[in-house]
T-cell receptor, first 113, second 114 residues
């Protein structure tokens, strides 16, 4: 059974510092991995999807890496801003079903001005 | 199309009442998912539709829960005889093809059972 873990559960950084968010998964037979952002009381916004054949995916200040063999993905956010404060979740499709996502519990990020 | 929409955004109900939520997916997406999220946790899968067919239901979906997707368009999730433990955010997502394409989520429906 796929398990997804995100450490740390919470992170506080001063504005301008780079953010490094970690995601680990137990079953390396994944099709892809998605990173999401969630603001308090809101739905999920897809940030990046990285395919299993890719090692990196970039969008603006965001960069996601994927190491399937070690079961890890890292989301880097460069030059953090207060508007980056949110909860970041990673998710992988389960291999035993119709692509339903297995989520980590998320990392809550606070960027202080 | 502006994305996945859900209605209502918030619902407060008394224990024992029935509630129904609606999800409108992105129009060309043939796959639709329902998830439930409680405070401090990631979303958990509830059920999945491919077009109008409900292909999988989680063990979390007790007999009090039912979901439909008539004509493969919008979907409804009904909870009968609500309990306080049903209080959560109910999220809907859609995609073109699971395992390859991204899932896009709606804003969610926040249910509070008093």
């Amino acid at each position: 059974k796929q398990e997804v873990t995100q450490i740390p559960a919470a992170l506080s950084v001063p504005e301008g510092e780079n953010l490094v968010l970690n995601c680990s998964f137990t079953d390396s037979a994944i099709y892809n991995l998605q990173w999401f952002r969630q603001d308090p009381g809101k739905g999920l916004t897809s940030l990046l999807l990285i395919q299993s054949s890719q090692r990196e995916q970039t969008s603006g200040r965001l960069n996601a890496s994927l190491d399937k063999s070690s079961g890890r993905s890292t989301l880097y956010i460069a030059a953090s801003q207060p508007g980056d404060s949110a909860t970041y979740l990673c998710a992988v499709p389960t291999t035993d079903s119709w692509g339903k996502l297995q989520f980590g519990a998320g990392t809550q990020v606070v960027v202080t001005p | 199309d502006t994305g996945v929409s859900q209605d209502p955004r918030h619902k407060i109900t008394k224990r024992g009442q029935n509630v129904t939520f609606r999800c409108d997916p992105i129009s060309e997406h043939n796959r639709l998912y329902w998830y439930r999220q409680t405070l401090g946790q990631g979303p958990e899968f509830l059920t999945y539709f491919q077009n109008e067919a409900q292909l999988e239901k989680s063990r979390l979906l007790s007999d009090r829960f039912s979901a439909e997707r008539p004509k493969g368009s919008f979907s409804t999730l009904e909870i009968q005889r609500t309990e306080q433990g049903d209080s959560a955010m109910y999220l809907c997502a859609s995609s073109l093809l699971a395992g390859v394409y991204e899932q896009y989520f709606g804003p969610g429906t926040r249910l509070t059972v008093t």
